[in-house]
């Protein structure tokens, strides 16, 4: 079992900057891909980005060249650079990880942290 701490979320104006982070505890030394989804109100959960550990990285598609995710192994912490957000771009972020035990991989989810992009 993994617990994953979000933190960074809140207000920000279209344009501005912010920055998201997230510290896995528990079973952290298995851990595979970390990274965030997001939802907002009457939508699906989708991928804004993940990392591998040996990172490697994925973005959705509307994310790619605003956003940028980062990760510490050592720390087992991963982060997400939000430059140039967009009213769209408010929902509730979720970080996500991946605990592997042998030859099974379970998904961990965060409690979820609310952004909103608003003027």
């Known amino acids: 079992q993994v617990q994953l701490r979000e933190s960074g979320g809140g207000l920000v104006q279209p344009g501005g900057s912010l920055r998201l982070s997230c510290a896995a505890s528990g079973s952290s030394d298995s851990i595979g891909a970390m990274g965030w989804y997001r939802q907002a109100p009457g939508k699906q959960r989708e991928l804004v980005a993940t990392?591998?550990?040996?990172?490697?990285?994925k973005y959705g598609d509307s994310m790619k060249g605003r956003f940028t995710i980062s990760r510490n192994n050592a720390l087992n912490t991963v982060s997400l650079q939000m430059n140039s957000p967009m009213p769209q771009d408010t929902a509730v972020y979720y970080c996500?990880?991946?605990?592997?035990?042998?030859?099974?991989?379970?998904?961990?989810w965060g409690q979820g942290t609310q952004v909103t992009v608003s003027s």
């Open positions: 996500y990880a991946e605990l592997v035990i042998g030859q099974e991989a379970y998904d961990s």
């Open positions: 990392v591998g550990s040996g990172g490697d990285t």
